[in-house]
């Protein structure tokens, strides 16, 4: 397993020509994602709000397929395979599986955040493979899928862990351009963590 700039370098170079395919498909995930649901609340206004709520919430749970898609896309960049926009939504054409790992794997790092902030960082790198091995192998199920994933980090978060606080300084930045920094912070960052997968994957093998 290589370091933190290791992995980093490792996501520029795989960038290379390929950023605004990225950037434009992150820009289409935060869209879908998190405007949308915003705009479909608005009807509501203050006297309903917690019906506004309620379905930010639904549409929340709608997209989980879509942030399934939008993890793998960076897969297929580093392995230079299809990376056209409509990647972003192979998660519906698989519903049912993906939606499951999204809400059980949801569901568990929202435990471990309510217990204590540790439990639900731990909880979070545990699950964290958990989109990429369904990715790569289209007939394990949602639960298997996650036992593989606590497998493959077991030893491995705080190696994991490095790599997502060594972004922190990038998130500060990405958040003092008012989130338009995010849109080149996030595929740098799924980059990274796809490149970290092969490797973990790799020697788990």
């Known amino acids: 397993?290589?370091?933190?700039?290791?992995?980093?370098?490792?996501?520029?170079?795989s960038l290379e020509g390929k950023w605004?395919?990225?950037i434009i498909t992150t820009l289409f995930y935060l869209l879908i994602a998190g405007c949308v649901g915003s705009i479909i609340s608005l009807p509501f206004g203050n006297d309903a709000k917690a019906l506004g709520m309620g379905?930010?919430?639904i549409w929340a749970?709608?997209?989980?397929?879509?942030?399934?898609?939008?993890?793998?896309?960076?897969?297929?960049l580093i392995r230079n395979q299809d990376i056209s926009y409509g990647r972003l939504f192979d998660g519906y054409?698989?519903?049912?599986?993906?939606?499951?790992?999204?809400?059980?794997?949801?569901?568990?790092?929202?435990?471990?955040?309510?217990?204590?902030?540790?439990?639900?960082?731990?909880?979070?790198?545990?699950?964290?493979?958990t989109c990429f091995i369904m990715k790569d192998d289209p007939q394990v199920s949602a639960t298997d899928a996650m036992k593989r994933s606590m497998e493959m980090m077991d030893g491995h978060k705080w190696?994991?862990?490095?790599?997502?606080?060594?972004?922190?300084?990038?998130?500060?930045?990405?958040?003092?351009?008012?989130g338009f920094g995010f849109l080149f912070l996030y595929p740098y960052m799924y980059t990274t963590l796809a490149h970290y997968y092969e490797d973990l994957k790799g020697e788990k093998i």
């Open 61 to 76: 749970l709608l997209c989980l397929p879509l942030g399934w898609g939008f993890a793998v896309y960076f897969l297929n």
């Open 1 to 13: 397993m290589g370091n933190n700039q290791t992995y980093k370098n490792r996501a520029l170079k």
């Open 55 to 57: 379905t930010q919430g």
């Open 93 to 129: 054409r698989d519903f049912g599986r993906i939606f499951l790992a999204g809400l059980l794997v949801g569901l568990c790092e929202a435990i471990g955040f309510l217990l204590l902030i540790v439990p639900g960082v731990i909880a979070s790198l545990m699950f964290s493979q």
């Open 159 to 178: 190696e994991l862990f490095k790599i997502g606080f060594s972004f922190l300084g990038w998130i500060i930045l990405a958040v003092l351009t008012c």
């Open 20 to 22: 605004v395919e990225g």
